[in-house]
């Protein structure tokens, strides 16, 4: 037990002497706890079962986390809060709920095991002289740092009340209901302080230690009561957390942990961040098989737990650029929609068009930000992905212009169907193809906007002018290249992905191609991630390398293979391309690339990197026609403008083709739009 003496008690004396009252009935049912601890654990594990039998009835995952993995990321995600600290004031006050509530569980969790097993069975006690001193207090702090957090909480909801924001009675319910349990908590150590007169040693219960004074100790017996009652309800309150926990903002807590401690870092930000969500190789030969999702059970398991996981903290409805141009999707509302059938178990509930609408869905620019700034990474772009997937594949249910884009890459290779094969683009492109010169550094890979757009291909030929100053060569493929298929994946067109994939690889491998250099960010996305996935089923001993321009750009104005003759001197702006920036974390290359060649000043937009705003091209939107809302690239344009910058520079050519016209369109904006190598040029030249 230890020896000596503290604040004049023997040290077994500093403690809690936790049933000093209680006898007869009181005292049986105290002793009565534990079991009633394991009965509510029971039934935690039991709803826990319930909820994992209802996600294996979903298809299974394709990843595994590693032991060293799952350790990281419990650190780094949960420990540390790695995700919810890109906002300050919501960063803080989650701190102060989640952390603290973790430690006092972890206390509570000793208490237990020192009064109903090392007591009983051992007649030994833990918590006695120093250590329940530390015990106490942090136990206390923790509870303070609790109740500020709520605080700032309820000012969030109804003071603040961002418009992302969406609360229901549950979150205040859950509010109230941890409040009410920190207050028993303080009223039954305050009560229990009293009772013993006042104990010197208890001043590390500072805050209760305060509050016992306040209480009457002229009525013992009232005291006693009072004990009793909120000793038992505190506990009955916190063992209920374990039945209602999915319910509130506590199942949040269980679902969001395990999400966050099992995704592999190579999905946040490595090689598989926002991979399209692939089926199965013979789904298209299995006629028993369905692509993608129309219920929950079309999901894999890893969506069912990121469904659960959700936590309606508004960050994607936020950013979402289909909100901002105020289409009728938010990533949010499908994410509650989404919840709630999980919730109830209905696993049979067809999305489209029994939870869903069609437009709803198709507004979805898989601009990846609803993905990218979730902070328990339950990846909604995902779920609108594998709706998509299905109404394209199963049902045929896609737009007509997209229908017509279909079917001209299904015979023309590309976009825009038989006009790009009469614009003889290879008479207007000035790269040598890799068949006649044998041998290049790197191939240009032209892309649809490269093969049929004038402006894309003088963008072209001015690099492949500067590569060439810069003593690199480059080539083309020429006719044997057709679309990277971007659009068709991103429109859930998956079985004719795979086709055109299948031909650009075995021209690629027919020419012993080792390095690619694209012009736009989503050939550039899915030559480098989507058709590993081909690659690998087809083409086991081959392989590439792929670079965006502005890698390439970057590394011969930092060896000085070029030089600027005439540094820009307008202010410049730029806008971050979803596919380059967020997808691939691009974010470096360009302003690096503008810093080397202007003289001007170069202005951030408000919103920039992985907060960027799309500019209404993505997912194919750039061959729709706008049936609703405003266009975001008018929005971006207009934000450009307002930082005084007369330049603005993109390295997408849909991004460039986006904004281009809406200078055309908005008349009250005066700014250029510019490609980035369009710049080097001009100081080059």
Known sequence: ???????????????????????????????????????????????????????????????????????????????????????????????????????????????????????????????????YLIWTFTIELSALFIIGGIILSLYRRLILRPSNLHSERSDYFFLAYISIML?????????????????????????????????????????????????????????????IFYRTKFGHMVFAALNLAVTPQSKISGKNKFLYPFDDKHIFEDKSMSAGANTLTG????????????????????????????????????????KKLSDRNRLSDRFIPDTFSFEEINSCYSCGACSELCPVLANPMKKIQSIRKYQTAMNGNVLPEVAEVFNNIDFYGNVSGSYDRDMKYSTEIKVPLISEVQ????????????????????????????TKKAGITTAIIGEEEICCGDLLLQQGNEFLFR??????????????????????????????????KVLKDKFSTYDYSVFHYTEILNQILNRNLLKINKPFIKNIT?????????????????????????????FEMKAVRNKSGCCGGGAGKFIEKERSGTRPNDIILREAYNTGAAVLASSCPICLEQFSDSCKTINDINIEVKDIIELVYECVE
């Open 1 to 131: 037990m230890g020896g000596g003496f503290l604040y004049g008690y023997p040290v077994q004396d500093v403690t809690r002497l936790i049933y000093f009252q209680f006898g007869g009935l009181t005292g049986t049912a105290v002793y009565l706890m534990p079991i009633l601890l394991i009965l509510f654990l029971s039934m935690f594990f039991f709803i826990l079962h319930l909820k994992n039998k209802s996600w294996k009835k979903s298809k299974k995952n394709n990843f595994a986390v590693k032991k060293s993995e799952l350790i990281k990321n419990i650190f780094i995600n949960l420990i540390f809060q790695s995700r919810t600290n890109k906002v300050p004031f919501a960063a803080v006050m989650h701190s102060m709920i989640f952390i603290p509530g973790i430690v006092i569980f972890i206390l509570e969790f000793i208490y237990f095991f020192d009064i109903y097993i090392l007591k009983p069975l051992f007649n030994f006690r833990l918590l006695i002289g120093h250590f």
């Open 439 to 466: 041998r290049a550094d790197y191939i240009l890979f032209l892309g649809c906007r490269g093969k049929s757009d004038e402006r894309t291909i003088s963008i072209i030929n001015k690099f492949h002018q500067l």
């Open 183 to 243: 207050i028993l908590a303080f009223v039954k150590q305050a009560v229990f302080i009293n009772l013993n007169n006042f104990p010197e040693f208890e001043k590390w219960s500072f805050a209760a230690f305060q509050l016992s004074h306040i209480l009457p100790d002229s009525y013992p017996h009232a005291l006693e009561f009072i004990y009793a009652a909120s000793w038992f309800l505190f506990n009955i309150m916190l063992f209920s957390l374990f039945i």
């Open 574 to 602: 730029y806008h971050d391309p979803c596919f380059l920036g967020r997808y691939n974390s691009g974010y470096k290359d360009p302003r690096s690339i503008i810093s080397r060649i202007s003289d001007g000043i170069f």
């Open 499 to 532: 086709e055109t994939a299948l031909k650009n690889l075995s021209s690629f491998e027919k020419y012993r191609i080792k390095n690619i250099i694209t012009f736009c960010p989503h050939g550039y996305n899915s030559l480098k991630k989507e058709y590993s």
């Open 299 to 338: 999901f894999d398991r890893k969506d069912r737990l990121e469904i659960d996981a959700c936590i309606r903290c508004g960050r994607c409805h936020r950013y979402c650029p289909a909100v901002i141009s105020e289409k009728k999707l938010s990533p949010l509302t499908i994410m509650e929609k989404l």
